[in-house]
């Protein structure tokens, strides 16, 4: 499942987990392009680079600050908007095309309104859509800058064959003002279940992963991962993710292996008929939906169709 990370993701993974120190770096040159450049920027002496992915995260969160600023209701930063910050040596080096938030159901409405009102355009897919829990994201743009507004880690929440942490949103981390970074051992698992629904790995993911295995083992959480990892009901992929992390270098115990291979689950089947056509109303998504979301997804599909509106999302990002 999991592709063989790269000899520079490899090289980058020992750096960073070693502490990044100037001059430490002994793997290969990225090519221009690769996804980790802009992190060894500074290794392989690229000052343009450098500059370049730090303005861009300047942009990125001097474009958010005014709104979340302004929010009724903290949110939390997902994946990348809260790593750059948290984990890496600079935030510029960690590359993202976007800001990905974690909002409660009951707050969504809310947050997407101060963003309209902060004069970002809101590509909402409907207000019954949203609230019924048939579709989870919905996209905030403005100045070139995307925040993507997450009431569940699936976009179709329907399919996920388990349960995410019941303290997904409890000992946050404070980032700023409204803005919460989620507590390591969620932060983690979270990262990973965004890596097994994507049919490409990006190699920064495997930095993220690394790095936020470190963090667990400095704060001794493994064992609240490994509980919320069998919750899920995917233990077999999230397992293959961390023992190549483990390969990598990254603090992975024994003993949550050990445990996630003894909760291994059937539930592959669904997560690769969610990778093969994602974000599509899949028949998969049909199927776990119950009672009146089942009808309500025959009434958000012709929504879409008669506004011509698409529920295809992009490539894989974050």
Known sequence: MTATPDPITKAACRW????AGPGRYDGPDPAPGHDLTSLLSRERGNRDERLTSSAKWFHLEQTLKPVLKSLDHEVWA???FDLARSVYP???GRPMSDADLLVKPEHLRSVADTFTKMGWQVMDSGDGIMSSGIVSETKAIKNGVMAELHTHIFYFPATFPGRLPEDLTQNGRPLERNLMGLAWHNAL?????HMITNTAIRPVWWAD???LARKME???????????ALKTRLSN???EVLKTAAALGAPVPKRTTDLLNEGNTRAEALLTAIKARRGLPTLQNLRHLQGWKRISWFHAMLWLALTRQSPLRGQPKG
């Open 16 to 19: 960073l987990l070693a502490g």
């Open 218 to 228: 400095e704060q001794g959480t493994w064992r609240e991962f490994t509980n919320s």
């Open 90 to 92: 600079f935030p510029g």
């Open 209 to 211: 992963v690394c790095l």
């Open 237 to 239: 992929p999230i397992n």
């Open 78 to 80: 997902i994946k990348g």
């Open 189 to 193: 698992l979270i990262v990973i279940l």
